[in-house]
């Protein structure tokens, strides 16, 4: 698309969105979580305000993040964009880099009039697309509280000297201390998204507000209360630790994000029974940490009467591995990497659970089609509005996730990954049966039973593949 068409596109919004009342937006953006929360099956996890939110609301149980690492999946989400081999590879990926000419789904909205406010990580870069907001993307680390500076965000005093000394590494990979939410990063975002509904309740003003609370990323670190209310006597490292048989040596990662803290073994060993609890039991303490200040800001979204007029958006980046196929972090192309939790409340949408196959780039036209607003002609995912208002739909039959040089597409019932050379040629297939596997255990791309569907998806995907590189 040429820039003229892109810059004339970019003076629609204000005109149109002026002919009917404003919907504010509040947008929950949670790093690393997968869906492993109550209202997803996972009957232990103690998430009461996401799982309030999605009784409220609708929840996807099939939505998937189109990259596994987060700079590359919020610049794909945030641009409605899918990645290719040339654009949203890395944690490191740029907006302003690999689309500089396209506007972003904050941005749009402030081109229609709204205020448009960033709070803790929603870019991976804070300063990434900031013409998108109306004021300088706010960040915990930078505010006049006090506290230690670090991303990692340790409080405890060993933990923050070690953090300092950047060429030793870095500190374990939790900890739990006794204090109140607000010591933490997370607990202080929001706070502030609190003070600013307030400040919009006055002011009147519609907004699109984009919360990003970084647990339950490394490390693990959340108040004592959080960690208690999974005691480690009750949880069991993941059931199946063995790599699936047959898949690419390329499906493999070494976990290096995971191995960098200190205690967890070197080089290619796995990690012991007892460290892999304690870092379960970090992982969903951490999970309920984030959920709690969910909580936290939609109480005062309620409180102060705007529930009823702002769409509410709970998403997470990626997926994560907890030790399955002897895997952590999420780097990968398999379910567990690229399943993510996605619930919406809209005023006036249905209630329920939504089956059918959505992915993040679907989230920038549903935003734009629920506030009333044209939508910008470069956008390459599909509105989900319709599944707001019967949830029993199904409107698309696959989403296609990408990682690195591998491709992969998910239908209903399989899982099928692929990966080229610099030439396009396939060197390596996988392709996982969900309704005989649906743990992943046994590539079958292989196996002559499979011939056929190998062949449809593989064509499928191509297909794919080149009408994205348009």
């Given at each position: 698309?040429?820039?003229?068409?892109?810059?004339?596109?970019?003076?629609?919004?204000?005109?149109?969105?002026?002919?009917?009342?404003?919907?504010?937006?509040?947008?929950?953006?949670?790093?690393?979580?997968?869906?492993?929360?109550?209202?997803?099956?996972?009957e232990?996890?103690?998430?009461p305000a996401?799982?309030?939110?999605?009784?409220?609301?609708?929840?996807?149980?099939?939505?998937?993040?189109?990259?596994?690492?987060c700079?590359?999946?919020?610049?794909?989400m945030?641009?409605?964009?899918?990645?290719?081999?040339?654009?949203?590879?890395?944690?490191?990926?740029?907006i302003?880099?690999?689309?500089?000419?396209?506007p972003?789904?904050?941005?749009?909205?402030?081109?229609?009039?709204?205020?448009?406010?960033?709070?803790?990580?929603?870019?991976?870069?804070?300063?990434?697309?900031?013409?998108?907001?109306?004021?300088p993307?706010?960040?915990p680390?930078?505010?006049?509280?006090?506290?230690y500076?670090?991303?990692?965000n340790?409080?405890?005093?060993e933990?923050?000297?070690?953090?300092?000394?950047?060429?030793?590494?870095?500190?374990?990979?939790?900890?739990?201390?006794?204090?109140?939410d607000?010591a933490?990063?997370?607990?202080?975002v929001a706070?502030?998204?609190m003070e600013l509904?307030?400040?919009?309740?006055?002011?009147?003003?519609p907004?699109?507000?984009?919360?990003?609370?970084?647990?339950?990323h490394?490390?693990?670190?959340?108040?004592?209360?959080?960690w208690?209310?999974?005691p480690?006597?009750?949880?069991?490292?993941?059931?199946?630790?063995?790599?699936?048989?047959?898949a690419?040596?390329?499906a493999?990662?070494?976990?290096g994000?995971?191995?960098?803290?200190?205690g967890?073994?070197?080089?290619?060993?796995?990690?012991p029974?007892?460290?892999?609890?304690?870092?379960?039991?970090?992982?969903?303490?951490?999970?309920?940490?984030?959920?709690?200040?969910?909580?936290?800001?939609?109480?005062?979204?309620?409180?102060?009467?705007?529930?009823?007029?702002?769409?509410?958006?709970l998403?997470?980046?990626?997926?994560?591995?907890?030790?399955?196929?002897?895997?952590?972090?999420?780097h990968?192309p398999?379910?567990?990497?690229?399943?993510?939790?996605?619930?919406?409340?809209?005023?006036?949408?249905?209630?329920?659970?939504?089956n059918?196959?959505?992915?993040?780039?679907?989230?920038?036209p549903?935003?734009?089609?629920?506030?009333?607003?044209?939508?910008?002609?470069?956008?390459q995912?599909?509105?989900?509005?319709?599944?707001?208002?019967?949830?029993?739909v199904?409107?698309k039959?696959a989403?296609?996730?990408?990682?690195?040089?591998?491709d992969?597409?998910?239908?209903?019932?399989y899982y099928?990954?692929e990966?080229?050379?610099?030439?396009?040629?396939?060197?390596?297939?996988?392709?996982?049966?969900?309704?005989?596997?649906?743990g992943?255990?046994?590539?079958v791309?292989?196996?002559?039973?499979?011939?056929?569907?190998?062949?449809?998806l593989?064509?499928?995907?191509?297909?794919?593949?080149?009408?994205t590189?348009?």
């Amino acid at each position: 698309m040429c820039l003229v068409t892109l810059l004339l596109a970019a003076c629609l919004p204000a005109a149109q969105a002026e002919e009917r009342p404003r919907m504010n937006v509040l947008f929950l953006a949670i790093d690393d979580l997968r869906p492993e929360l109550a209202v997803y099956g996972a009957e232990y996890m103690h998430t009461p305000a996401i799982d309030g939110l999605a009784e409220e609301g609708v929840s996807f149980r099939r939505a998937y993040s189109n990259v596994p690492v987060c700079g590359a999946s919020r610049a794909s989400m945030l641009t409605g964009l899918r990645p290719t081999r040339e654009r949203f590879l890395t944690f490191y990926s740029r907006i302003e880099e690999d689309a500089p000419d396209v506007p972003t789904l904050p941005g749009w909205f402030k081109q229609a009039g709204y205020t448009t406010v960033s709070l803790g990580k929603v870019t991976h870069h804070r300063n990434d697309g900031a013409s998108s907001w109306s004021e300088p993307a706010w960040g915990p680390e930078n505010s006049s509280l006090p506290g230690y500076r670090g991303w990692r965000n340790y409080l405890e005093e060993e933990n923050i000297r070690e953090d300092m000394r950047k060429e030793e590494g870095h500190p374990p990979a939790w900890e739990a201390p006794d204090v109140e939410d607000d010591a933490y990063f997370d607990g202080r975002v929001a706070q502030r998204a609190m003070e600013l509904l307030q400040q919009f309740k006055q002011e009147d003003t519609p907004f699109f507000m984009a919360l990003g609370f970084v647990k339950p990323h490394l490390p693990f670190n959340a108040p004592k209360r959080y960690w208690d209310m999974y005691p480690l006597d009750g949880i069991a490292p993941a059931a199946d630790r063995l790599f699936p048989e047959k898949a690419p040596q390329q499906a493999w990662h070494n976990w290096g994000e995971l191995r960098k803290y200190r205690g967890v073994p070197a080089g290619d060993e796995p990690v012991p029974d007892d460290m892999a609890r304690k870092l379960i039991q970090g992982y969903r303490a951490a999970t309920s940490y984030s959920d709690a200040q969910v909580g936290r800001v939609l109480d005062e979204l309620d409180r102060l009467g705007l529930a009823e007029n702002t769409i509410v958006v709970l998403w997470g980046d990626h997926g994560w591995s907890l030790g399955e196929h002897g895997l952590w972090c999420k780097h990968s192309p398999f379910e567990l990497a690229n399943r993510i939790p996605l619930i919406v409340r809209a005023p006036g949408s249905s209630r329920g659970v939504a089956n059918g196959l959505v992915e993040s780039v679907d989230i920038y036209p549903t935003l734009v089609e629920l506030a009333g607003l044209p939508a910008p002609g470069h956008l390459q995912g599909d509105s989900f509005t319709q599944a707001l208002d019967d949830p029993g739909v199904v409107l698309k039959k696959a989403v296609f996730p990408r990682w690195q040089n591998s491709d992969s597409i998910r239908t209903d019932r399989y899982y099928y990954t692929e990966w080229r050379d610099e030439q396009g040629k396939v060197t390596d297939r996988m392709l996982y049966d969900h309704d005989e596997d649906p743990g992943e255990l046994n590539n079958v791309a292989g196996d002559s039973a499979y011939a056929l569907i190998v062949n449809e998806l593989s064509l499928e995907l191509a297909g794919h593949i080149a009408k994205t590189a348009q």
